[in-house]
């Protein structure tokens, strides 16, 4: 068994870069790379932030994937609006939303926009994406 590392998430507001966030110590994660950053703010007459997030599958064991969960957690309290995923949990400082997307051992995969709103200054500072390491298929 592995020592758990705490992951270590940096802030840097004069580059649109994405957030990544795994430990290695739970392996229905460790094969999922996560990219997610907030690319539209509220303006007059739309109120909510928009977050793009895609991820990158990579299997070492070449499994495939038929449904993950995204973890997503921030700076503060969100109320969850939108996405292409089904919301398990939708209010607070971090959002859970389940996907069901085939994947196989290596892909890029697109997850669209989160559509949430927030108090100014919301930033996203973790996303993870668990993976069931079974597309009931392979």
Not at 18 to 23: E, F, I, K, M, P
Not at 27 to 55: E, K, L, M, T
Not at 105 to 112: D, F, M, R, V
Request: aromatic share 8%; glycine share 10%.
């Amino acid at each position: 068994m592995e020592n758990y590392q705490k992951p270590a998430v940096l802030a840097n507001e004069d580059i649109s870069e994405g957030v990544y966030a795994a430990s290695g110590a739970d392996d229905s994660q460790d094969c999922f790379n996560v990219d997610a950053y907030i690319h539209q703010w509220p303006q007059p007459g739309r109120g909510d932030y928009r977050i793009q997030v895609s991820a990158k599958h990579a299997a070492g064991d070449n499994h495939h994937s038929g449904a993950q969960q995204l973890v997503l957690s921030f700076n503060l309290p969100v109320v969850y609006k939108d996405s292409n995923g089904s919301c398990i949990s939708g209010d607070g400082s971090s959002i859970i939303i389940a996907y069901s997307y085939h994947n196989n051992a290596y892909e890029n995969i697109g997850l669209g926009d989160v559509i949430v709103e927030a108090d100014p200054g919301l930033e996203v500072t973790g996303a993870v994406l668990y993976c069931n390491h079974d597309c009931g298929q392979h």
